[in-house]
């Protein structure tokens, strides 16, 4: 059974970082390409940060660019959104998809799409104080 299972939001002033953690289960982690995305009150789901568990990360969105770091740990099959210098727009509901790495620049190209992913965690919920 594939898991994902996110951790590590909060509640932060603005300035301040978080480190986001999705640990996954059920399936080859370095076949997998991992996104996190987020969804705000009244919003749609949209893409942060997508990255490859076999080439590094393939995609920022341009809000989150220069403060948010993605990274993968194979040996223990999780992914990390590092947030640094968080605004109040960053708050939302942080979630990970996960879906089959085609690890060709088009077939990824659908990764930034909710629909690109074919499994979801939770969520975890990111709010940021003014």
């Known amino acids: 059974e594939v898991q994902l299972v996110e951790s590590g939001g909060g509640l932060v002033q603005a300035g301040g970082s978080l480190r986001l953690s999705c640990a996954t289960s059920?399936?080859?982690?370095?076949?997998?390409?991992i996104g996190w995305f987020r969804q705000a009150p009244g919003k749609e789901r949209e893409a942060v940060s997508v990255?490859?568990?076999?080439?590094?990360?393939?995609y920022y969105a341009d809000s989150v660019k220069g403060r948010f770091t993605i990274s993968s740990d194979n040996a223990k099959n999780t992914v990390y959104l590092q947030m640094n210098s968080l605004k109040p727009e960053d708050s939302a509901v942080y979630y990970c998809?996960?879906?089959?790495?085609?690890?060709?620049?088009?077939?990824?190209?659908?990764?930034?799409?909710?629909?690109?992913?074919?499994?979801w965690g939770k969520g975890t919920l990111v709010t940021v104080s003014s």
């Open positions: 990255t490859s568990n076999s080439d590094g990360p393939l």
């Open positions: 059920g399936f080859l982690f370095s076949a997998y390409a």
């Open positions: 998809g996960a879906g089959p790495d085609p690890g060709n620049p088009l077939g990824r190209s659908y990764f930034t799409r909710p629909s690109g992913m074919d499994h």
